[in-house]
């Protein structure tokens, strides 16, 4: 199916080259839809601008041109491109490959989501007729927009009662406890060191040593989930294996491994018992540090806040992305789901932190998400892709402001400076992560605006998982670095585990 062909002919005519600048070129150019994101892009340059600009290069080339007899800038026209055939040709290439694809980007307006895929080794300048070349191009998908006015949306409400903050608290006060060993077996709570293995058969895929799980109903891995974790550890005795099955995820990253079920052979080298420390005023300074009880209760109120706030915006969030995707049944290249799983995890882990969300929480989420990570990607680019025409209809945009706002929240919470903040996002390349984050809330927050909302009462889940920062394959889908914090640690107070 053809989008356009022989559309660059009449380009030249659509755009007068001001004093001074070079004229356009006189394109043919032709554009395949290949699928619904994926565009062919054939292109022809006429002798005639091939010949204007191979004058043009003669002409910059002369007066540095040095040949035997003739003085600099001396020498005749045709004996220096006689002279310099090679250096010639790859400059006049050069030039009209950067001048041809800027145009047909701008004539074309093909919306591009990636870099374009060029052989610029391939690209041969003929001494005969026309120059040609083809590249090939993602861009964004055309569609159908949905009803986005008007929704109708259950929203999660809460009244943050003493008891949620008595019970958060209590999780702080876990994360500053006294381990005590403990020659049993461990119960749910309690913190186990051990040894895992995970096997196919007798052949070893990954093993991780002396890693630290609070033993909970499921323990969490990159790739796999191991329910009842809690029955099989009352079973194990230190220095003693156990073995449990366990379902790879489909989206592993090892393909050979998806779905599969394998053996994970779990040895307890030690089981702790923790004990609550009283709060006493050196704790409430290692905490905060914070003057006394009050003032710590109300700094964990506001990030129970922070957090219920982040719980409102996904449930909406979820509704929206469902109503607005509903009829989005477009395909998406797998290329660029796989690129973008990576990025969907980055933005997942920002959007947590800035809500005040400890690092064993974070953990739990991105490792749900690795196991589903391209369905969910492929999701959330089509809400992104629809959310994204709706920004550009409303003149909706990121501010420098925005931007500020967004580094200031995710700062508080990390207990690290905004400029600090500002180099690891810009040095770890996650400014346009932040800016389509920025973007996609403001027009949320639009879309709610118009919305009809239900309340529905809100419970804060329970963690029932703890997670291992550890992959059954031995590789995980987004290695996306997450700082492992020890019961040891003493710094800011931690955000209560949700």
Known sequence: MSDSAALASSSSSSSEALPGERPPLKLDVAVDKVSTCQRKVRVSIPREDIARYHAECIGEMMPSAHLPGFRPGRAPRALVGSRFKAELAEQIRSKLLADAMTQVSETEKLSPISEPELDVGAVVLPDDGPMTFEFSIEVRPEFEMPQWKGLAIKRPTREISEKDVEDALGNVLRDRSRLVPHDGSASEGDLLVANLRFLDGDKLLSHADEVEIVVREKLSLADAEVPGFAGVVAKAKPGKPVTVEVTVSPEAAEESLRGKKVTMELTVIEVKKLELPELTTELLAELGPFADADAIRAAIRGQLDGQ?????????????????????????????LRRQSQRELERAILELRRSGFDDDSIRRHVNELRQSVMASTAKALKEHFILERIAEDESIADTAAD?????????AQ?????????????????????????????????????????????????????????????????????????????????????
């Open 308 to 336: 219920l706030a982040w719980h409102q915006r996904r449930e909406v969030r979820k509704q929206v992305a469902n109503a607005l995707t509903a009829s989005a049944n477009w395909d998406l290249p797998p290329d660029l």
């Open 403 to 411: 931007y500020e706002e967004e580094i200031r929240a995710i700062a």
């Open 414 to 498: 990390s207990g690290e400076s905004p400029r600090r903040v500002r180099a690891s996002l810009e040095n770890r390349g996650l400014m346009d992560v932040l800016r389509n984050q920025i973007v996609e809330r403001k027009t949320l927050d639009l879309i709610t605006k118009s919305a009809n909302f239900t309340d529905t009462p809100f419970e804060f889940p329970k963690p029932d998982a703890d997670a291992v920062d550890h992959a059954v394959c031995g590789s995980m889908v987004g290695d996306e670095e997450i700082p492992t914090a020890t019961h040891s640690e003493a710094t800011a107070v931690r955000s209560p585990r949700r």
